[in-house]
């Protein structure tokens, strides 16, 4: 197996490699597994489509256009793009709610419009920030945001799919307006005995076929199997309905179908430019950046995942900006935002596909069916689209991952249950910000705790940790090694508990700090060397610094702090010679001592 490395460049030797390596064997390898891809992705894009609140054309142009840009532009082999569960309800949470602040006495095709315009303005600041982020090379920023963040906001979105798709499955009215999904349950709770039993039996039989054929072979097209015989029974009803005049016992004429609720009027988008209102931007911005941020983790998180299986070389920053130019395309199509879709991408590899043009062949194939089978999509029972959510949204979260998060640290247990209530009690883009934020404060905690140990030096410059009755020796000549992040967060943290060292032994004349280990000292590290030195002088003693960096000396240099200490008084470091530093700043403590006693 090849090694596996992940780098930073943006090429398109990615696709140049594939076109020239291409051979019969890896197409009929390919085109076999687009075919299974593209039996997964087409019922998922419709039931993104719906569940995001839009005409199903949004979901569908996404799982045709941008995934075939995205398949081109990237770098992985198996990375199948298209809406997603946890994009398709943030977006759902940020237009309806733009709409009940700003577009309330809307209703109808004209809500269903703007709603629409919304969507295009959301995608154009969220694929910019994509493509904005792969160009700086910011794909690795990535790596700071916690897992337990991740796994904590999509819990999250499975109980607010599965409270939103309720309504659908069990045909109970939707309550109106603008609620968090903790009020939308328990509305709902309080509704059941309004439950259209006719609605419910389809949702609960597509529910059990489609659970059936998964746990018989999960290869098997499930959702296509299942929205055909589920259509065909209403159908069927329908039509002995209409030519008796009659329900025939069971009133199932008052399921919804797709063709009642959205229509697919063409498969050719229209190119418009995206709609632009600068009285929304505000309320826009955060929900853009969410999406974009969440489709960059999703796609990335994939992305690795398979290629630490099949041991590819990948490119992060390249997967952002093909993901990115996909959405900024999208907007100009009215499509639905993409990102890297777990179930299609291991789909694809389980079946074979050995380069990117089994995702383009996929597109192509979603095209084609939807082309000859238009009429019979419309056909496709509500319920049934609710009953694949529930499935699909239950699989987003890895059962291991979820109890590893749990289990690892309280700090990740508690991000992950401050994310996941957050989801539940307010609105999705403020979960997610809430559990980054809490994420990073967490981390700035532990890293702002400088490590600071006492030790002797030997007269071969080693150091030696000193046991607890030693350290509470008086000596003239006391060396604290300092370890950790020496940034602005730790800086007060830092000084304070040198000046706590110097107050508590009168006798101490020489401070020297081991700065080999010490990371990140900025401008607020520096005053506050400055400080102590200034204090240490203004008692008579001194500040001594060894072994720092070229990094270090240069940041000491610039800011001035060297000259305040003094020159004389700071060593670098020396590779060649590791010990040599505590061995000058030894003797610069011996002499300084010496002069302060004659």
Not at 29 to 41: H, N, P, Q, R, T
Not at 538 to 562: F, K, P
Request: glycine residues 6%; charged residues 15%; hydrophobic residues 50%.
């Amino acid at each position: 197996m090849a090694s596996l490395s992940h780098y930073d460049d943006l090429t398109l030797s990615f696709l140049k490699k594939d076109i020239f390596r291409y051979s019969l064997s890896k197409f009929t390898s390919d085109l076999s597994a687009a075919f299974s891809v593209a039996l997964l992705a087409l019922p998922q894009a419709m039931a993104y489509a719906l569940l995001a609140g839009l005409p199903l054309s949004c979901g569908l142009f996404a799982a045709i256009y941008p995934a075939a840009i995205a398949a081109l532009c990237g770098s992985s082999h198996h990375l199948v793009v298209g809406p997603s569960n946890a994009t398709a309800i943030l977006v759902q949470a940020g237009t309806s709610t733009i709409l009940y602040n700003h577009y309330r006495e809307l209703v109808g095709d004209e809500r269903s419009i703007v709603a629409v315009q919304i969507l295009t303005l959301l995608l154009l600041v969220s694929g910019s920030i994509q493509v904005l982020a792969a160009i700086f090379r910011l794909g690795r920023l990535t790596q700071f945001i916690s897992h337990s963040v991740i796994v904590g906001y999509l819990a999250g979105t499975i109980v607010a799919v599965i409270v939103n798709q309720s309504f659908v499955f069990l045909g109970v009215p939707r309550l109106g307006g603008v609620h968090s999904f903790y009020d939308r349950a328990a509305y709902l709770l309080s509704h059941l005995s309004e439950i259209n039993w006719p609605t419910a039996s389809v949702g609960l039989g597509s529910f059990i076929l489609l659970l059936t054929l998964r746990r018989i072979d999960r290869r098997i097209p499930a959702a296509v199997i299942t929205f055909t015989i589920a259509a065909s029974v209403v159908y069927i009803y329908k039509s002995l309905t209409i030519v008796e005049g009659t329900t025939l016992g069971f009133p199932l004429h008052e399921v919804l179908v797709l063709g009642e609720t959205s229509e697919l009027t063409t498969i050719f988008p229209s190119f418009a430019f995206p709609y632009f209102n600068m009285s929304i931007m505000s309320s826009l911005l955060p929900i853009s950046f969410a999406v974009a941020l969440l489709s960059t983790m999703e796609t990335t998180s994939v992305a690795k995942t398979i290629a630490a299986r099949s041991g590819q070389q990948l490119s992060i920053n390249q997967e952002i900006l093909a993901v990115g130019l996909a959405n900024l395309f999208a907007p100009f199509i009215a499509a639905m935002p993409v990102s890297g879709s777990p179930s299609r991408s291991n789909l694809n590899y389980r079946c074979g596909a050995q380069t990117r043009f089994a995702a383009f062949f996929s597109a192509g194939i979603v095209f084609l069916t939807l082309w000859m089978l238009d009429s019979f999509i419309a056909l496709i029972p509500l319920p049934s689209m609710a009953a694949m959510l529930f499935i699909t949204s239950v699989a987003i979260v890895d059962k291991k991952h979820l109890l590893l998060c749990f289990k690892s640290t309280q700090s990740d247990a508690f991000v992950l249950l401050v994310t996941f209530f957050s989801c539940i009690f307010f609105s999705l883009d403020l979960a997610f910000y809430a559990g980054i934020s809490l994420s990073i404060i967490l981390y700035l905690k532990k890293a702002a705790v400088p490590h600071l140990v006492e030790c002797a030096i030997e007269e071969n410059g080693k150091l030696r940790n000193l046991d607890s009755a030693q350290i509470r020796q008086h000596r003239p000549i006391r060396v604290i090694k300092v370890e950790g992040e020496l940034f602005f967060g730790a800086a007060d943290l830092f000084q304070t508990a040198l000046k706590a060292i110097a107050k508590d032994d009168s006798t101490t004349r020489i401070l020297i700090l081991q700065l080999k280990d010490a990371r990140d000292i900025d401008a607020t590290a520096c005053l506050a060397l400055g400080q102590l030195n200034d204090y240490l002088c203004s008692t008579g003693r001194y500040l001594i610094g060894c072994g720092l960096t070229y990094q270090t000396w240069d940041v000491l240099s610039s800011s001035g702090i060297a000259k305040n200490i003094g020159k004389e008084n700071l060593f670098l470091f020396d590779e060649q010679m590791p010990h040599r530093h505590m061995q000058r700043a030894l003797a610069r403590a011996k002499e300084l001592v010496a002069v302060a006693l004659a």
